[in-house]
C-alpha cells in the first residue's frame, strides 16, 4: 500500500499495490474525522473590567500542554470578544460578547469547559459561569486561576452549583491528570494526595507546582486566534498588539510577544499575592523558581522566526543580581545565534547596580520598573516590603545615563494615608523629576495575604452578596467593576477594597494629571536608544 499526498488536490491517496483499490481522502475531510476522535477542552476568560488586552500566557500554557497529549483545544479571550465587538458597533457590547461565546461554544460541542477567575473580575466569572451552566447542561466545568487558588473553600461554599472540578495552584500537570481521569471513567480520588475528593459533585484538586518548568512546552499563541473568522483576524491581533507593551521604549512598531522566564517571587511584602500563589506547600516560604535561561531564548528564537523583534518578560520581579547567570546566559546566547531584539522585564530595585543596567542596555534591554509603592520608609517597613528607597533612586539615575527608560509604580492611599498625605508624596515624586517615570495603583487588599487577615477581611467578604459597606468604620472602602473615571487610570483596583473612597481617588487622579503625570513615553532620546 503507498500512501502520498496530491497537492494539487489537497487531498491524501490510498493506494494498494495491486491498484485495484484507490481512496482519496480530501485533507478537510480528514481533519474532521480526527478532531471527531478527540477530546475538545474549551478555555474562557471573563471579562476584565481594566480592560487587558494581552494574551493570558496562565490559559496558553494549559492549552498547549493538552494539545500536546492529543486534546483538541479552544481559547474564549472575553475582553478580545468584547473589543471585536466594540469594532462592529454593536449595540450591547457585553450581551453581544455572550451570545458570540454561545454560538461558537455550540459549534464547537466541548467536552469540558475551563474558566480561569481573577480576584479583579470575579462578579464577571460568576456570571459567566452562571450563563454556561445553564446553556451546557452536562458538560464538565473546571474552574481555576488566582482566586480559586486564594479562595477555594468560600467559593465552594457559595458557588457549588457552577463547576464540577476546581483547580488550585499551577494547573498545567493536573488539569492533564483530571482530563485523562475524566474520558477514561476514573475516579478523581488518588491515593498519592495530588487529587482529592472534597464532595460527590464537587471536586477539590490540590496544589502541586509543576517539578520542572522546562518541562513544559511554549505556550499556545495561536489558539487566542482560533475562534474568529479571517476577517476579523487582524482586529483582534490589533486587540492583542495595541496595548501598554507595544508602547515601552523600542517596541514602537515592533512586533512584540510576553514571555516568561521565571514563575513565583522570593519575597512575601504583605499586600502582593505571588508569595500566596507560589509557595512551598511544607514549609509555606514563598518560591520563585527560574527557567533554564537556553530554554528562554529557544522560545525567543522560536518567535523570532515569526518576525517578533520585541519581548517583555511578564515575571512578578526579573531576576539579575539575585541570579546573575540567569541574564548573562541569556545575553550570550543572544550573541550566539545573531539575536537581535529589544527586551523588557519588571524587577526589585535591590536587583540593580550600574554594571547590571550597562550589561543589559547593550543587550538591546530598553525599560523596567519597579514597586517604590510609597515614600515613607515606615510605611514600607508596614507593608512587609523593606529595602534602600536611595538605591532606588540612584537606579532610576543610573538607568536615564545609560538610556534605559526605568518607571516606578507607586500605590496610592497605603494605609494611613489621607488626602494630605497622598499629595505630599506626589509633590516628593515631583521633586525626584518623576513625572514620565511613575504609574499609579491603589493600594488593595488581595484574599487571603497578610495584609487581609490583619485588616480582618476573609474570602467571605469579596463574594458579591457581602454588604460592602459595613467595612467603612474599619476605614476600608470596596470599588465595585466598571467605573470608568477610576478604571481606565488606575491599575488593579476593580472588585477590590482600599484605605481610601473613590472620590479621594478620582480627585488625586486628576492632581496627578494636572501635575504632568502622563505621557511617559514621549521622549524620543530614550525610545530612540540603540534603535
Known sequence: MFIYYNSSIRSIIIQCRNDKHIEIINLSKLKKIILKNKKKIAFLLPYYEGRNHSEFLGVGYLSQVLLTKGYDTLIFDEDAICYLMEKKNAENTFDSSRQFIFKKLSDYNPDVICVTINTANYTNSLSLLRFIRKRFVGIKIIVGGPHITSSWATFKMYHKNLFDVAIIGEGEQTLLDVCNRLFKKKSLNVTNGAILSASNTNNLIANQLINKLDDLPFPDREGFYKIFSNKEYPIIEKNYQDVFYSFLPGFRDKKYARIVGSRGCAFACDFCSPSILWKNNHTGIPVRRIRNPKKVVDEIEFLYQKKYRAFYFDDPTFPFKSEPDFYKTMISEFKKRNIHIKWSAPTRSDELSKEILQELYDSGFTYTYFGLETDKKEKLINLGKCFDIEHSLNAIKW?????????????????????????????????????????????????????????????????????????????????????????????????????????????????????????????????????
Not at 469 to 478: M, P, S, T, V, W
Not at 500 to 518: P, R, W
Request: overall charge negative; aromatic content about 14%; glycine content about 6%.
Open 399 to 531: 538607568c536615564d545615563e545609560i538610556g534605559i527608560h526605568c518607571d516606578v509604580s507607586y500605590q496610592v492611599g497605603v494605609p494611613g494615608d489621607n488626602l494630605d498625605s497622598i499629595i505630599k508624596s506626589i509633590q516628593w515624586l515631583e521633586k525626584h523629576g518623576l513625572q514620565k517615570k511613575s504609574f499609579f495603583s491603589i493600594a488593595a487588599i488581595w484574599p487571603e495575604t497578610p495584609l487581609a487577615i490583619r485588616y480582618g477581611l476573609t474570602s467571605d467578604d469579596f463574594e458579591p452578596e457581602t454588604d460592602k459597606k459595613k467595612f467603612e468604620a474599619r476605614g476600608l472602602y470596596f470599588f465595585e467593576p466598571g467605573n470608568p473615571q477610576i478604571e481606565r487610570y488606575y491599575s488593579n483596583c476593580s472588585g477590590n477594597f482600599h484605605f481610601i473612597d473613590e472620590a479621594t481617588a478620582i480627585q488625586i487622579k486628576y492632581y496627578l494629571m494636572d501635575a504632568g503625570f502622563i505621557k511617559r513615553f514621549d521622549n524620543k532620546k530614550i525610545i530612540s536608544a540603540k534603535d
